[in-house]
């Protein structure tokens, strides 16, 4: 098919320009269907009844026929705004099906489909007092013009017999209570489930939202996890190879072999810098550890206080307790610890000199690591992030970190890392 435009137009673009607007969301959706409906029931009904006088009144005179699709009308107009003024639409559909009753003269001709579905609306949308309220008028209205109109079929109040009183009062007003709340019934059934799909959307909003805030909270935790292994791993080897660069270049001139030797020690704090860093790029890419390059433990701690005696005048290492045991977590932390605590004391306080001291308590670790303060001078370099690094892995282990000078005028860091997340008092 084709627009006006000479465009080609498909008949699902065709249902979103037109029929995708006729939806059971617009409360004029429902009051056409109803409206359509209560057309056949007042003209079938009419067929179907025994006074003649009444169906050939109804199907054969044209003022009755335009005065039926102008009640009908002005119903189904009145039923578009049920969902603003629920007991407003109720009244108005009340009288004009009252009208339309009086009109007929049939109570089942003017109890059209516009009249249920009014009681069943504000069922939906009135609760309490006010919809028992309005539930007794309907009723009252709808026993009251059965009876009336039963009269001016001939029969009065005063020619009923006694035996026939049920016949002229308590039966239409039985069928009226059944039938009222029956509707009702089905209103707040109707509403109960509006209620519960609102709930569920709600809740399924509330799950994707908490979704997404986790997997927000889970990247960001990935991204200072990837943070605190780089700046640990480059600031230890990068720091320990510049040091020793600059001594090899004082020394290159007035003794070549001591250089050749800091030199030498360059190239392998790099190696294992690089070594490191395949190890985390090849956690990131696979997603499991690489066993070329295993994560650091306890036990590398020794091959690590080793390799800072080259820049570190004086340092020693005393271990007490088993380690072995740990946590993988526990250890890489003990071991990123001290990692980051030496190259603060190779950064800040060269030429000082350090200890580093690891023992096993009643469930943690404590890791301590104390420096002198050096002669030399100290590197501005750096965004200070070393202690906020440490104390971070500490804080994810359960435990504490504190750093800075104790009563001995030395700067010391102190960890206590629990081995199951908990540190016992």
Request: contains cysteine.
């Amino acid at each position: 098919m084709f627009d006006s435009a000479g465009q080609n137009v498909s008949g699902q673009a065709l249902a979103s320009r037109g029929w995708g607007r006729f939806n059971l969301n617009n409360p004029a959706t429902a009051a056409v269907i109803v409206g359509l409906l209560s057309v056949p029931w007042v003209f079938g009904l009419a067929s179907l009844k025994t006074e003649p006088e009444t169906s050939n009144r109804v199907l054969s005179d044209p003022g009755t026929v335009v005065g039926i699709m102008g009640f009908l009308t002005v119903l189904t107009v009145v039923a578009c705004a049920r969902r603003r003024y629920p007991i407003a639409y109720y009244l108005l559909t009340l009288a004009g099906s009252g009208g339309l009753m009086l009109f007929l003269g049939s109570r089942s001709l003017g109890a059209t489909p516009l009249f249920w579905f009014a009681i069943m609306a504000v069922s939906i949308r009135v609760s309490g007092m006010r919809l028992v309220g309005l539930l007794v008028l309907g009723m009252a209205m709808d026993v009251i013009l059965a009876m009336y109109l039963t009269e001016r079929d001939g029969l009065t109040v005063a020619e009923v017999q006694v035996g026939e009183l049920p016949h002229l009062f308590l039966e239409p007003a039985a069928n009226t209570v059944t039938s009222f709340l029956v509707v009702a019934a089905m209103g707040k059934i109707v509403a109960r489930l509006r209620k519960q799909a609102v709930e569920n959307s709600q809740a399924v909003a509330d799950l994707h939202r908490d979704r997404e805030r986790k997997i927000a909270n889970a990247v960001v935790a990935e991204r200072q996890d990837m943070a605190r292994e780089l700046h640990d791993v480059a600031a230890h080897h990068m720091t320990g190879m510049i040091i020793q660069a600059r001594a090899a270049d004082k020394f290159f001139s007035s003794n070549p072999e001591q250089a050749q030797a800091l030199l030498g020690g360059v190239i392998e704090q790099g190696q294992r810098a690089l070594n490191s860093l395949r190890q985390i790029v090849g956690i990131l890419r696979l997603g499991e550890e690489d066993p070329d390059f295993p994560t650091p433990m306890v036990s590398d701690i020794d091959e690590l206080v080793d390799d800072c005696r080259r820049t570190i005048s004086s340092i020693s290492l005393e271990k007490v307790g088993r380690f072995d045991d740990l946590d993988s977590g526990v250890q890489l932390t003990c071991y990123r610890i001290v990692q980051e605590a030496l190259s603060n004391v190779l950064r800040h306080a060269p030429g000082s000199e350090s200890k580093v001291c690891l023992s096993r308590e009643a469930g943690a670790v404590r890791v301590r690591v104390i420096n002198t303060l050096g002669n030399a001078r100290p590197s501005s370099d750096g965004q200070n992030l070393g202690i906020v690094g440490m104390r971070e892995r500490a804080t994810l282990m359960g435990g504490q970190l504190d750093a800075g000078p104790n009563s001995e005028g030395e700067w010391a860091v102190q960890a206590l890392v629990p081995v199951n997340g908990r540190i016992n008092a």
